[in-house]
């Protein structure tokens, strides 16, 4: 009796993660994958079967190809920004220094600042009257329209995104430097090596599965951003801004039609878990030799 016990511990233990992952996200995946192969324009209480029509539908709206183009603009200009430069800050805020923890601070306060507060603040910030456009015209340069250009709205956001992510992913970086070695620095130091050499040939290999968990994280959330579309731009000007997770809840929420926004749903988990795997795979086939 206690044999069978004993091997079922674990699997008591691992039993409430797997009924929170069962209702919370298989079950509606499910609901939303068969909601994409049904229509609910005509009376939402009793949708009609229309099989691959909202995938048909969906890839031949220009403004899906639209949105789809903005999220990688997306996550090309926020995901590399934020590995490498929090990265580089959590290196120097891992340093022996007076007051270094006020500046850990100061750094992680975005973090902890509700977004909803933190987009109104810079909407604030990137107005026509707003302290940015202030700045810039004290070198005599006209006034821009951060949030109201198309040629600017879309890396507003992103810069926001980034300002709020890089206390988020130092702290992940900080905890990940105590297990680095120090004798291999030393080493370093003997050899002659600067301190650019040093973190690349030391930081850089030992930290390569925390640099490839803060890619994946954060390439997942630039590809769902919402929020900061919602608050600041809601898609505009021109669908400028507009990502494929706010148009996914326009045609759901605006438009009522939860068929066609679930399909949408669909092919955003099926390029979500693409990209994921790309990212694992790619700091797997790189990852270099500890010097």
Not at 103 to 125: D, E, L, N, Q, T
Request: aromatic share 16%; with cysteine.
């Amino acid at each position: 009796m206690y044999k069978y016990s004993k091997q079922f511990t674990p699997y008591l233990f691992l039993a409430p993660a797997a009924v929170i992952l069962i209702l919370f996200f298989f079950i509606p995946f499910l609901e939303s994958f068969l909601l994409s192969f049904q229509s609910y324009r005509n009376d939402i209480y009793n949708p009609q079967w229309v099989g691959l029509e909202n995938y048909i539908n969906l890839f031949h709206a220009p403004v899906f190809w639209k949105t789809l183009v903005n999220t990688f603009i997306y996550l090309i200009g926020v995901v590399p920004l934020l590995v490498v430069l929090s990265l580089v800050i959590a290196i120097l805020v891992n340093q022996k220094l007076q007051g270094i923890k006020i500046f850990r601070v100061m750094i992680y306060i975005p973090v902890i600042v509700s977004i909803v507060v933190a987009g109104i603040a810079w909407k604030w910030i990137y107005a026509d009257s707003g302290i940015l456009n202030y700045i810039i015209s004290l070198f005599n340069i006209s006034k821009i329209g951060w949030l109201t250009d198309p040629r600017f709205a879309l890396y507003s956001v992103m810069a926001v995104t980034i300002w709020k992510g890089l206390g988020y992913y130092m702290v992940i970086y900080l905890a990940a430097l105590t297990s680095v070695p120090k004798d291999l620095y030393e080493a370093c130091d003997i050899d002659g090596a600067n301190t650019l050499q040093k973190h690349l040939a030391v930081t850089v290999p030992h930290l390569m599965p925390t640099i490839t968990l803060v890619s994946v994280i954060s390439s997942i959330s630039a590809m769902k951003v919402f929020v900061e579309i919602y608050v600041m731009t809601q898609g505009g000007p021109l669908n400028a801004s507009k990502t494929i997770v706010y148009y996914i809840y326009q045609r759901a929420f605006e438009n009522l039609d939860m068929g066609y926004a679930s399909a949408a749903g669909v092919v955003l988990l099926v390029i979500v878990m693409i990209m994921s795997i790309i990212n694992v795979k790619f700091f797997e086939n790189n990852k270099q030799p500890i010097a």
